[in-house]
């Protein structure tokens, strides 16, 4: 089984600045996917970026980048620029790569509560 | 934008009353995914789909929760009877799965689910 671990229950930031959220996995799996969504107070559950295990480039989407580190099971995210619509629930999330007829459902973290101060 | 449709996004009802949350997965999504996010676990699955079949629902509790897809533009998820500890946010997903292929899951914005 997959375990996603987040080890920063809240994190804060001003405006404009950078801040790194931390996350890292167990698994036996040598190919998978990584993501993080972002959860607001509206409740919506908001994919940010993704990364696949065999691309060794980081994925970066805008102000949004990750360090993503096979060998140490590590996925963190970078926020650049911080926005006060940044502030939200971030969400770890590990998927196997399925194949043929099986699925392929999300093991997540326990969440990083990220405050974007003014 | 495409997106994933639940009904009803607030419920509060009674214990022991039943309870039926709808989801319409995007159009030509092959797998649907049912989770609850509780603030003391965090999001788990409860049950998912593909191509209408059910693949796992070992997340469920088999005597009050069942879920269904009675056709592809619908996903149903039933709790009876209800009790106070099914209060949660209910998630329905889906997403595209084609040959090797794996898409991320889009999500619904949740029903929030109070039971007295």
């Known amino acids: 089984a997959q375990t996603v671990t987040q080890s920063q229950p809240e994190m804060s930031v001003q405006e404009a600045e950078t801040v790194t959220l931390s996350c890292t996995y167990d698994?036996?799996?040598?190919?998978?996917?990584l993501f993080w969504y972002k959860q607001p107070p509206s409740r919506q559950m908001i994919l940010v970026i993704r990364?696949?295990?065999?691309?060794?480039q980081n994925a970066t989407e805008n102000r949004f980048s990750v360090n993503f580190q096979k060998a140490a099971k590590s996925f963190s995210l970078k926020i650049s620029d911080s926005q006060l619509g940044d502030t939200a629930m971030y969400f770890c999330?590990?998927?196997?790569?399925?194949?043929?007829?099986?699925?392929?459902?999300?093991?997540f973290g326990g969440g990083t509560r990220l405050m974007v101060k003014p | 934008d495409a997106r994933v449709t639940q009904t009803p996004r607030h419920k509060v009802t009674e214990m022991g009353q039943e309870v039926t949350m709808r989801c319409q997965p995007i159009?030509?999504?092959?797998?649907v995914f049912w989770y609850r996010q509780t603030m003391m676990q965090g999001l788990e699955l409860l049950a998912y789909?593909?191509?209408?079949?059910?693949?796992?629902d070992s997340g469920m509790p088999k005597d009050r929760f069942s879920a269904e897809m009675p056709d592809a533009t619908l996903a149903t998820l039933k709790i009876q009877p209800s009790e106070p500890r099914d209060s949660a946010v209910y998630f329905c997903?889906?997403?595209?799965?084609?040959?090797?292929?794996?898409?991320?899951?889009?999500f619904g914005d949740g029903t929030r689910l109070s039971i007295l």
């Open positions: 789909f593909r191509n209408r079949a059910p693949l796992d």
């Open positions: 990364q696949e295990a065999y691309k060794q």
């Open positions: 999330a590990f998927m196997k790569h399925m194949s043929g007829n099986a699925g392929n459902m999300l093991t």
């Open positions: 997903a889906s997403g595209l799965v084609l040959g090797e292929g794996n898409q991320p899951q889009h």
């Open positions: 698994t036996s799996e040598n190919n998978y996917y």
């Open positions: 159009l030509g999504h092959n797998t």
